[in-house]
């Protein structure tokens, strides 16, 4: 895992799923975070038209560019639905953070040879 962890945040350019304008909740938090680690970060939330002046996007899959890795932050049901759409687009990393993940959409991603982070969280692991 560990091992993954690291080829997971070596990745240079990300997507956030259930990115928040509200900077009390995680989506905002993550969003932030990967941006101040100097990482390049979409918003994906269909419900907001941009964060913090950056444009948000309604879905992976109207991305202008695909993302190497994809932080989720939303229920278990939705990161399910996530999922399988990383495995139609060809993304092949996904960090599930504490709370959004369930046994299903792991094994889903693992079966379609997505290496799936879960149990960790991606705030913890790109603090400088």
């Not at 304008?21 to 941009?50: D, E, H, R």
């Not at 996007?57 to 109207?62: D, I, N, Q, T, V």
């Amino acid at each position: 895992m560990p091992s993954d962890i690291d080829q997971v945040l070596s990745q240079k350019t990300w997507a956030v799923v259930g990115v928040s304008n509200n900077t009390s909740k995680y989506g905002y938090k993550v969003f932030n975070q990967l941006k101040k680690a100097g990482y390049s970060v979409f918003a994906i939330n269909p419900g907001l038209a941009s964060i913090d002046g950056d444009s948000c996007y309604p879905s992976l899959a109207a991305l202008p560019k695909k993302p190497d890795a994809v932080s989720i932050v939303v229920p278990p049901k939705i990161t399910e639905q996530i999922i399988s759409e990383c495995a139609s687009l060809g993304i092949s990393n996904v960090w599930m953070q504490p709370g959004s993940e369930s046994k299903r959409a792991i094994q889903d991603g693992e079966k379609q040879g997505i290496t799936v982070i879960h149990s960790h969280c991606v705030l913890i692991h790109t603090r400088k």
